[in-house]
């Protein structure tokens, strides 16, 4: 055991104990390191620029949209929408 740290008992929900070992295993680390990266409140999601950049492309289509009165500008916002809703629902960070 590392110095500094301490056993404990701690009831976790089966669920959320399936979700930190997929985690784990994606990010090839251990169950303790990743339930110690949760409890700290860190976010390494390096998908965040990305996320940003998107974001912009959604609002600047949807501006563009109700600038022009063009529905493809907002279908293509749409779209753009569900590839991001995808990426987040299906990322394991």
Do not use: H
């Amino acid at each position: 055991m590392k110095t500094g740290t301490s056993p404990k008992t701690l009831r976790i929900p089966n669920e959320t104990i399936a979700d930190i070992e997929n985690a784990a295993k994606a990010n090839k680390t251990s169950f303790s390191k990743e339930a110690n990266r949760r409890l700290m409140g860190r976010n390494d999601d390096t998908n965040y620029p990305l996320f940003l950049a998107k974001t912009q492309t959604i609002i600047n289509l949807c501006w563009e949209g109700v600038r022009t009165g063009s529905e493809e500008s907002i279908r293509k916002a749409q779209e753009e929408e569900r590839k991001l809703w995808t990426k987040i629902m299906t990322s394991s960070k």
